[in-house]
């Protein structure tokens, strides 16, 4: 590939090995870049003014990520009442979430492990509410 006949509208989107095509990609950009214009200060107010500029936390998207995996466990259909509630002690929040999530879990796969803290509240809770 010959870079000679490059002309300044030209959009490189190439592999060019070698150290003599490298300069002349480096000279042909420098020359391009001498002759480009400054943003304008209205792009760049609109621009720090928008979404575009923001920066995402990698934990706004992990956290994101979870609730748009998970939203239809945690968003449980108002109609859908919990059996348990009146014949057991109140459970805690994260016990009530961790039940209604394991009830969509079993009714989706047929079965379901529960694991961590709470476990025998969220397993008695369970087995009432399928009683």
């Not at 400054?38 to 107010?45: S, T």
Request: include cysteine.
């Amino acid at each position: 590939m010959s870079l000679a006949g490059l002309s300044d509208n030209t959009e490189l989107n190439a592999l060019v090995p070698g150290n003599d095509n490298h300069e002349k990609l480096t000279e042909w950009f420098n020359e391009l870049w001498e002759k480009s214009d400054d943003f304008r200060k209205g792009l760049m107010e609109e621009l720090k003014n928008s979404w575009a500029l923001n920066e995402v936390r990698p934990y706004d998207v992990y956290i994101k990520t979870l609730y748009h995996l998970l939203k239809d466990r945690l968003e449980v259909e108002a109609a859908e009442e919990l059996l348990w509630e009146a014949t057991m002690p109140p459970l805690t929040t994260f016990q009530i979430v961790a039940v209604k999530q394991a009830l969509q879990i079993l009714k989706d796969y047929g079965g379901v492990f529960v694991a961590g803290t709470g476990k025998t509240c969220i397993g008695t809770a369970l087995l009432k509410h399928l009683q």
